[in-house]
């Protein structure tokens, strides 16, 4: 009777495929910085130069001037962020430009409803505290449901999600 030798090799094939196909589906969730993508983030400084790539010999296309604009991550290569703006104006910034704060813009879910009102509670019945126009940007505190709470110096309350730019409809912020 001979033996038949063991060969390793078809073992060993069957364990990197299901290895990089683990890596693999990981990867479209998360990016490089093993942050999640898309993600929103907002401007670190004043003047942010906004390039046509990922990196310092690609041409400036244009300059944002507002510090704590908010922008979404929809791509990572290095130290370089792809970030979308809220008109839909993607660009490549150095990731020392972004920072972690989460800011929002007012926006509309109906044009015709100008101003918004901010709430003491998370709900229409709550006492407005103030009134809201298209286009302030104010910093996010914290997400529940379908509200957000959040800072318009001086003041402090809630907005419904649907009029924010800069939170996903199903995110809960702490």
């Known amino acids: 009777m001979t033996a038949c030798p063991f060969n390793p090799r078809p073992i060993l094939l069957a364990l990197a495929l299901l290895a990089f196909s683990i890596l693999g589906a990981d990867s479209s969730e998360t990016a490089g910085s093993g942050l999640p993508v898309p993600r929103f983030v907002s401007l670190a400084d004043d003047r942010v130069n906004a390039r046509a790539g990922p990196g ?6 244009w300059v944002y001037l507002r510090k704590g604009f908010p922008v979404e991550v929809v791509d990572e ?14 660009a490549w910034i150095h990731l020392s430009m972004l920072s972690g704060k989460r800011t929002v813009i007012i926006t509309t879910n109906n044009p015709e409803t100008t101003p918004t009102t901010l709430r003491r509670a998370p709900n229409k019945q709550s006492a407005p505290i103030a009134s809201v126009e298209i286009g302030a ?9 379908n509200w957000c709470r959040i800072e318009l110096t001086p003041y402090r ?10 939170v996903y409809e199903n995110e809960q912020v702490d």
């Open 137 to 145: 940007h104010g910093r996010l505190l914290e997400c529940e449901d």
């Open 157 to 166: 309350g809630w907005l419904p999600k649907n009029v924010l730019w800069g």
């Open 77 to 90: 290569f290095g130290p370089w962020r792809r970030i979308r703006d809220i008109d839909g104006v993607a």
């Open 56 to 61: 310092f010999r690609f041409p400036i296309n």
